[in-house]
């Protein structure tokens, strides 16, 4: 969590990166490989969140294919876990689970699996920890406000963002360009002290970087997996080349240096 | 590796953990009062639980255990952070002048703090592990730290990271409150303070709090 | 004047011309935390009085609100209740089992690993069902404050069955290792052979006195000094008769064995499509008293609530109180050990 940590290594450690995408009739790479995760038993519940209507979305336990299906898609936001889905995965009583999370929620489930510090933490049920990459996430209230009051559009009537490399694009009736930056004032404070762009402390970590969806193995297992569903044919890997990698590491490094710059104005 | 537990006055749950834990494990010389009798000689590490009572002859006891401890380890929310015993107040029969309950922390230095109420036998392995291999991950930074603080709370949750705006709504906060006294209304955790026993764990999980902890105490 | 090692707790032993019993572990003062403090903090506060009877604590208190408050539980809610706290003296007995296996036998390993399984599943099942294996939080005032279902009560069935399996090899070779003895012209006191009964016996005649220079308290019924523990219950409730100072071992297993049947016997009654919980009450005014039988004897909890909802006045207390002159009397370690004396609890008694 410091930023000095990540400065040796930005984007964290790993056997492999690729770019990859979904050979099933799927759209989403990520959503092709958790099917192929739970169609092989692998896994059996998925925690994710799934979006509702604009920037509203809520956590779900996917334990079929068309439950993880409905999930796909960007929310542009961190969905809190809360104390039901705790209760559900006990009751339910899954024992091995995939979670989807941001780098934050990712960070403190890492934390949790080596070292659980209560007896009722449910670490040993989770089997895969995916992280996305994050750049930040919204403070709801303000963004939806500047949306409505700045381009006249009311948050519901937006279907889905997209992330291009110089804007967000809100995508509705019509589309709305916002360059990022103007977006970057509605991001929230706390994820500014963030130094974590791609999740390290993941299994995988599965992001969108201009237009391919890149999944960065960072164990073994985690490499053997992406083989395997591979060559399942539920998803194709290539490499990302020197360029997009080299990208990438910038993106994780400025948001290291913007961690470090808030923290010192906080501390 | 030789580990030796001293309860100081607690409640003895994070003795027991420490018995079902130690049970499991390979290669430790574990003692413990509730094993058998022992004299504390130069020891690798010392476990302690139980809060200190600053009226008590404990503090003398805490002292000799810090001289003859290469590794000092405060175990349990009561040793590390005060836990339930944030609440006494003395004044109770038959030893009203017992008033004062700290963690170990304020009689003597301690080198790592775990925090829970009680904490898991599953926490003992990969701690003791850090140790053998010489090998630790950046997460025991978080156990340094939080053996240099005096108190940490549902309150201080909300005081230090929410009430500053630098809450995310991630609710790891939620997932890791062993009474269920955090809940997330609004996006953003709001704590019934009649349930927070004082226990410091959802302080030592959250992304935003552990990152305070370890830039003010470590670095 | 020495260290006594293998208690709950920490306490000396005075041995010159009489002998004495002295805990010595701090008073944190329990009954005056409380005071002022909602119900809701008082029964996370006082379950954490001991980190092994803790669910006994909670009961007691919920039982001491709930009598002040005029409500009752649900029958689904006090079978429930009933049952952890069963399962809780399972615990008790089985980390006492730990702490004194070296006295019965030389080749400890096997039986320790038998406990140590057993108790395993135990917490599972406490954990399962309340919250936590240790301090379970859904010990509430009104209930349990948690919805079941069909397939939970039939997981914990199975969990609860394996467990029993495993205790029954340890009981196999624990009771080859009870010697009988002679049974002492002593006086018992218990309420209730499972749960506790505020009616069983005459409350004022409970005396409190301060005890040498220790940090805990004696207690009296009437002019006698009364034994109460699993032996006390068993002795009135089902005529037990094994007399001698393993006596009071061969009462623990006894009781393991009675506590498994009773757990299974709730279970089966429980009826998943009622309600654990009564709901919908004020903290109001009120004076209330919850007798509950811990694992180790009758445990009194005493509150007197304000105008607000509050508390006034708490007094707890606690079975190791009535044993400790019983304890002098065996006047070995040995006689301490087997009455399993819990020191946290001991020390947080008030002069009445």
């Given amino acids: 969590m410091m930023p000095g940590w990540y400065l040796k290594k930005p984007i964290g450690e790993y056997v492999n990166i690729y ?62 876990f809360t104390s039901k889905l705790k209760e559900t995965i006990e009751n339910e009583d899954l024992n091995k689970i995939a979670i989807v999370g941001l780098p934050c929620q990712i960070n403190f489930l890492r934390q949790m699996k080596t070292f659980p510090l209560l007896e009722i933490d449910f670490s040993h049920r989770i089997k895969f920890l995916i992280s996305l990459f994050c750049y930040g996430t919204f403070a709801q209230e303000s963004i ?104 990438i590491e910038k993106e994780a490094i400025e948001k290291i240096n913007r961690a470090s710059k808030y923290i010192a104005k906080l501390l | 590796m030789r580990i030796t537990h001293v309860d100081i006055g607690g409640c003895e749950g994070c003795s027991f953990v420490l018995i079902r834990a130690m049970k499991k494990l390979q290669g430790i010389e574990f003692k413990s009062r509730l094993l058998g009798k022992f004299e504390i000689e130069n020891e690798e ?11 008590s002859e404990k503090v003398d006891v805490l002292k000799e255990l810090r001289e003859k401890a290469k590794i000092l380890v405060a175990f349990g929310s009561c040793a ?68 240099k603080v005096k108190k940490l709370s549902g309150f201080d949750l909300i005081d230090d990271v929410v009430l500053q705006n630098i809450c995310i709504g991630c609710g790891a906060c939620i997932l890791s409150c062993p009474n269920g006294a955090l809940q997330m209304v609004g996006g953003k955790p709001d704590l019934i303070v009649e349930k927070c026993i004082r226990c410091g764990t959802c302080y030592v999980r959250c992304p935003r709090a552990s990152q305070i902890l370890v830039r003010r105490y470590i670095k | 004047m020495k260290e006594v090692a293998r208690i709950g707790g920490e306490a000396k032993i005075i041995k010159d011309g009489n002998f004495l019993f002295i805990p010595t572990a701090p008073v944190r003062g329990f009954e005056k935390m409380v005071e ?72 400890t390993d096997d039986a320790l690993n038998l406990t140590l399984e057993t108790l395993e599943r135990i917490n599972k099942i406490i954990a399962d069902l309340a919250g936590a294996p240790t301090h379970p939080n859904k010990l509430v005032i ?51 052979l499972f749960y506790g009964d505020r009616y069983a016996i005459d409350l004022d005649k409970i005396k409190i006195q301060p005890y040498e220079k220790s940090s805990a308290m004696i207690a009296m019924y009437g002019n006698d000094f009364v034994e109460v523990g699993p032996r006390a219950r068993l002795k009135i409730y089902r005529n037990f008769s094994f007399g001698g100072i393993y006596g009071l071992q061969m009462a623990r297993i006894e009781e ?32 209330g008293i919850g007798v509950y039988e811990a694992p180790r004897g009758t445990l009194i909890h005493k509150v007197v609530v304000n105008e607000e909802g509050r508390v006034e006045e708490y007094k707890i207390i606690v079975p190791t109180m009535f044993n400790i002159p019983l304890m002098n009397k065996t006047g070995d370690e040995l006689g301490v050990r087997m009455y399993d004396p819990c020191i946290p609890c001991a020390t947080h008694e008030m002069i009445k």
């Fill in chain 3, 142 to 192: 009104g209930g349990i404050a948690k919805d079941i279902n069909e397939k939970i009560l039939d997981r914990n069935i199975e969990w609860l069955k394996e467990a029993e399996k495993i205790f029954n090899e340890l009981r196999e070779m624990e009771i080859n290792w009870l010697k009988k003895g002679e049974e002492t012209q002593q006086k018992y006191m218990a309420t209730h």
């Fill in chain 1, 144 to 247: 939806i406000k500047h949306i409505r009051e700045k381009y006249n559009i009311d948050i519901s009537s937006i279907e889905e963002v997209k992330i291009t490399p110089k804007a967000l694009q809100f995508i509705g009736e019509k589309i709305l360009e916002i360059p990022f930056e103007e977006i970057a004032n509605y991001l929230q404070i706390g994820c500014l002290l963030c130094p974590d762009y791609t999740g390290i402390a993941s299994d995988i970590s599965a992001g969108i970087f201009e237009d391919k969806t890149v999944f960065i193995a960072r164990s073994e297992m985690a490499d053997e997996l992406i083989k395997k569903a591979k060559n399942a044919g539920y998803i194709e890997i290539m490499e990302i080349g020197s360029d997009a990698l080299e990208k």
């Fill in chain 2, 45 to 55: 590490m010392i476990i302690v639980s139980g809060a200190v009572c600053l009226n």
């Fill in chain 1, 19 to 80: 770019a990859a995408e979904p050979k099933i009739n799927i759209e989403g790479a990520l959503t092709a490989f958790l099917c192929y995760l739970i169609d092989k038993n692998l896994i059996d519940g998925v925690i994710a969140a799934k979006k509702l209507k604009g920037l509203e979305g809520e956590i779900i336990v996917a334990k079929k294919r068309e439950e993880i299906i409905e999930a796909a898609g960007s929310k542009w936001q961190v969905l809190p």
């Fill in chain 3, 256 to 287: 393991i064995k009675l506590a498994f049947l009773r757990i299974k016997e709730i279970f089966e009654e429980i009826d998943v499509e009622e309600p654990l919980r009564t709901e919908g009450f004020f903290f109001r005014k009120g004076k």
């Fill in chain 2, 80 to 147: 590390s952070v005060g836990g339930i015993t944030r609440y006494c107040r003395g004044g109770q029969e038959p030893k009203p002048e017992h008033m004062t309950f700290q963690p170990i922390n304020a009689v003597v230095d301690v080198d790592y703090a775990i925090p829970g109420c009680p904490p898991s036998p599953r926490m003992l392995k990969p701690f003791i592990d850090s140790f053998v291999s010489g090998k630790q991950s950046n997460y025991m930074q978080i156990f340094k730290a939080v053996a």
């Fill in chain 3, 36 to 107: 002022g403090k909602s119900p809701i903090f008082v029964i996370e506060a006082v379950m954490r009085i001991c980190g092994i009877c803790h669910a006994a604590h909670a009961i007691a208190a919920c039982e001491a609100f709930e009598h002040a408050f005029g409500i009752y539980p649900p029958r689904n809610g006090l079978l429930m209740r009933e049952a952890i706290g069963l399962l809780n003296r399972i615990q008790s007995h089985l980390l006492h089992n730990i702490m004194i296996l070296p006295d019965l036998t030389k080749n």
